[in-house]
């Protein structure tokens, strides 16, 4: 009897220890960054530089889609940024030396008009004064010479702004004009930019969905590539075992297909399990509970690795 119960206590124990191992096998795949790029507008595809499979370097280009009505936008951002530019060269030149002589000679005319008028004025007042003349001839002789007096002094107001120059206020207000054009255009062309899809990181093209001539919707991925960076292991840890691993910690990981293990670091590890709170579990049901964290693989001959492989994080290196 008291052996029957010490091999139960035995296997009581073992149970125990199968319940909460220390280390274990934590599965998973071999993942890289995977970047979705987007379409900027609803246009068709007019050219596509890649192909599927392709490695690219950063900034290249990869996809162009149709321009469409920003073309327009582009010409008119364009025309204002002209106008602007031609206006302020005008002003800071100043007025041409024609224009000067024009209003010059304008200004002499007028004021020998205005003398003529003023002659004639005196002669019919003193006619009418003889009673020669009616008062209207007066009349009218007077608003001749008013007239041309008025003709002189706007002659005269004219060709004193042409020698004075262009006041600093209005080569200002164009200055100004013209930053804002240029503003408005810039603007105009950075979202033209949008419309050439370019890699944002070295890495593989994965897919392009669309193909040539397709006008695919806005925001819809029309490439899809795999970023070159650190390859990196996506595993789940057991509940049980979620206080061995933290940030930094090192462990072994072995990929399918590959007869050798490869170094990695756990570099992230989720702090909320999956799918169910672990407030409304009983202490039993908490031991099925998961965290994701991904390993990243230090070895450089990793970085050949096909995507999706799966893998085994087999031990925790101390």
Same mark, same amino acid.
């Given at each position: 009897?008291? /052996?029957?119960?010490?091999?139960?206590?035995?296997?009581?124990?073992?149970?125990?220890?199968?319940?909460?191992?220390?280390?274990?096998?934590?599965?998973?795949?071999?993942?890289?960054?995977?970047?979705?790029?987007?379409?900027?507008?609803?246009?068709?595809?007019?050219?596509?530089?890649?192909?599927?499979?392709?490695?690219?370097?950063?900034?290249?280009?990869?996809?162009?889609?149709?321009?469409?009505?920003?073309?327009?936008?582009?010409?008119?951002?364009?025309?204002?940024?002209?106008?602007?530019?031609?206006?302020?060269?005008?002003?800071?030149?100043?007025?041409?030396?024609?224009?000067?002589?024009?209003?010059?000679?304008?200004?002499?005319?007028?004021?020998?008009?205005?003398?003529?008028?003023?002659?004639?004025?005196?002669?019919?007042?003193?006619?009418?004064?003889?009673?020669?003349?009616?008062?209207?001839?007066?009349?009218?002789?007077?608003?001749?010479?008013?007239?041309?007096?008025?003709?002189?002094?706007?002659?005269?107001?004219?060709?004193?702004?042409?020698?004075?120059?262009?006041?600093?206020?209005?080569?200002?207000?164009?200055?100004?004009?013209?930053?804002?054009?240029?503003?408005?255009?810039?603007?105009?062309?950075?979202?033209?930019?949008?419309?050439?899809?370019?890699?944002?990181?070295? /890495?593989?093209?994965?897919?392009?969905?669309?193909?040539?001539?397709?006008?695919?919707?806005?925001?819809?991925?029309?490439?899809?590539?795999?970023?070159?960076?650190?390859?990196?292991?996506?595993?789940?840890?057991?509940?049980?075992?979620?206080?061995?691993?933290?940030?930094?910690?090192?462990?072994?990981?072995?990929?399918?297909?590959?007869?050798?293990?490869?170094?990695?670091?756990?570099?992230?590890?989720?702090?909320?399990?999956?799918?169910?709170?672990?407030?409304?579990?009983?202490?039993?049901?908490?031991?099925?509970?998961?965290?994701?964290?991904?390993?990243?693989?230090?070895?450089?001959?990793?970085?050949?690795?096909?995507?999706?492989?799966?893998?085994?994080?087999?031990?925790?290196?101390?």
């Amino acid at each position: 009897m008291r /052996g029957a119960v010490c091999i139960v206590g035995v296997l009581l124990i073992v149970a125990g220890c199968s319940r909460y191992p220390r280390t274990a096998e934590l599965l998973g795949t071999l993942e890289r960054e995977r970047l979705e790029l987007t379409a900027e507008a609803h246009e068709p595809i007019i050219a596509i530089d890649v192909h599927e499979g392709e490695q690219v370097a950063a900034g290249a280009r990869l996809l162009a889609l149709s321009l469409g009505g920003m073309q327009s936008r582009l010409d008119q951002a364009t025309a204002r940024v002209s106008a602007a530019q031609q206006r302020l060269s005008e002003l800071v030149k100043g007025p041409r030396a024609q224009q000067i002589i024009e209003a010059r000679a304008a200004s002499e005319a007028a004021r020998s008009s205005f003398t003529t008028e003023s002659n004639e004025f005196q002669r019919v007042q003193d006619m009418v004064q003889r009673n020669l003349l009616s008062h209207s001839a007066l009349d009218q002789a007077r608003a001749r010479r008013d007239t041309a007096s008025s003709s002189q002094r706007q002659a005269q107001a004219r060709l004193d702004l042409l020698l004075e120059g262009t006041r600093r206020e209005e080569v200002e207000q164009a200055a100004a004009a013209l930053k804002q054009a240029e503003a408005a255009l810039q603007e105009v062309r950075t979202s033209a930019e949008r419309y050439v899809v370019r890699a944002p990181r070295a /890495g593989r093209i994965e897919a392009i969905p669309y193909k040539l001539g397709e006008p695919p919707p806005v925001a819809a991925p029309v490439i899809v590539m795999l970023a070159d960076a650190t390859t990196f292991a996506r595993v789940h840890v057991p509940q049980l075992l979620r206080g061995q691993f933290a940030a930094g910690t090192k462990v072994a990981v072995k990929v399918d297909g590959q007869p050798a293990t490869f170094a990695g670091v756990v570099r992230f590890i989720a702090s909320q399990a999956d799918f169910t709170p672990y407030y409304s579990l009983t202490e039993e049901d908490r031991t099925r509970l998961s965290y994701l964290a991904e390993i990243d693989l230090t070895d450089p001959s990793a970085e050949a690795l096909p995507t999706g492989v799966p893998v085994q994080v087999l031990q925790a290196q101390q």
